[in-house]
């Protein structure tokens, strides 16, 4: 395996990156769910127009509330077919009522772009469905077209266990599974090639990451990199290589030149595992932010990738482990749940609460590491000022903790501020292996921590 760039070298770049992304951001997608306790849809559209820079969701349903809620607001929409409808939708005098039920009273008043025809259905090992998910796809672009829409395109979301092949090892060589490859997969693909539609897939690193190598998965460093040996490239992270296996399976069918939408992913900031933080999940999503601008992947390196993040809340009613319910870039009041740089002008929807005083219930602080370097250091104290939610002032020259004016003790106390803020969780004082949990209390004369 190829060694990591080295880690100094790795956090100044980081944190270059962290105070200089939200000016760079033009635009990004969002999934909306909305199983919870959340905001009517005009809130959430004018919301989304007024407050921040995404610029187009993706509904799982045909939701005409929300459809009308997003009406003249220019943010696009990708509505979703329900998977239990797809084999009625193989009819076209079914699919002609479809389109004129759910699209035709809403477009273009609403910029709808995409039909999803199904989620994941593949996934589902429903033969019916598997086998009535083109038809379906056919009746329903031919109805648009009959009926002069056609800046509409319709598609389907795959999870990526239509991928065979092994894609730690060598993304080269990713290829659709032998029973879906040639039988269903080929003709989707010459349909988005004929059509111009694109082909949407669903890339979570968060499902099937080395627990070992968990930095591989949320682009953190130090990881242990792989070389695919064929075309001797170095994957630093695992979501460029799900990319690029999905590429070159398409690629050895002969449709590397259709275009590949993400439709979901993301990183929950809260599960029951230390891998799941605030931090954690800003870190993934701005670099998955960097690639929908145009980074690109080691066999894409020009690509851009229309992206919708998952999700735009936390959705409280969402069934299962704790991560269900903690996919969000925003709470049910708007705050940020962290900051990716998808807030217009630094704002942060309504007022985040003032950051309470430091709990010292339990006895639990977060410090820095005695062998962190003073580049680290500086890389946490910008990484954590960049974030909002956690007061820097008092390490500002007069604030009560600017004296002693020690690096180490300034980024003791914003990773501390950081900690305390988010539960005293240990995830959140890893800051990449520089920050140290400890009971007793770091205070220093006025400084509180």
Known sequence: MAKAPPLISFLLFSAAVLLTFPAAISS????????????????????????????????????????RAFAGTGISVVVTVPNGD??????????????????????????????????????????????????????INSALVRAGVRDVKVTTAHSLNIIAYDLHGAPSRGRF?????KSILAPILAFHRQTKSPFMVNPYPYFGFDPKNVNFAIFRSPYKAVRDPFTRKIYTNMYDAL???????????????????????????????PWCSPANAAWFNLNIIRRAQGQGT?????????????????????????????????????????DVGLLRGGGRGRPAPALPAPSTAGGKWCVAKSGATNAQ?????????????????????????FNPSSLRMHASFVMNAYFQKNGRSDGSC??????????????NGACKF
């Open 28 to 67: 990004i997608g969002v999934n909306y769910g909305t199983l919870g306790n959340l905001p009517p849809p005009t809130q959430v559209a004018n919301f989304l127009k007024t407050q921040t820079s995404i610029d187009s969701v993706k509904i799982f349903n045909v939701d005409p509330n929300i459809l």
């Open 86 to 139: 797809i084999p009625a939708l193989a009819n076209g005098m079914q699919a002609r009522r479809w389109v004129s039920a759910n699209i035709l009273p809403f477009h273009p008043q609403t910029k709808i772009k995409y039909i999803s025809v199904g989620n994941e259905i593949l996934l589902t090992g429903d033969n019916n469905t598997i086998s009535k998910l083109l038809p379906a796809m056919r009746t």
């Open 177 to 181: 599974r032998p029973v879906w490859e």
């Open 243 to 273: 990319m690029d296996s999905t590429y070159s399976a398409m690629k050895a069918l002969g449709y590397g030149d259709v275009n590949i939408v993400v439709g979901e992913t993301g990183w929950p900031s809260a599960c029951d595992a």
């Open 298 to 338: 080691p066999l894409m390196p020009k690509r851009r990738f229309e992206t919708y993040i998952f999700g735009l809340f936390n959705e409280e009613g969402k069934p299962g482990p704790t991560a269900e319910r903690n996919w969000g870039l925003f709470r049910s009041d708007f705050s940020p749940v962290y």
């Open 377 to 401: 250091l500086q890389a946490n104290i910008n990484w954590v000022c960049s974030q909002g939610g956690v007061d820097c002032k008092p390490i500002q020259a007069g604030g009560s903790c």
């Open 430 to 443: 890893h800051f990449s292996g520089t920050g140290i949990v400890v009971r007793s209390n770091p205070s």
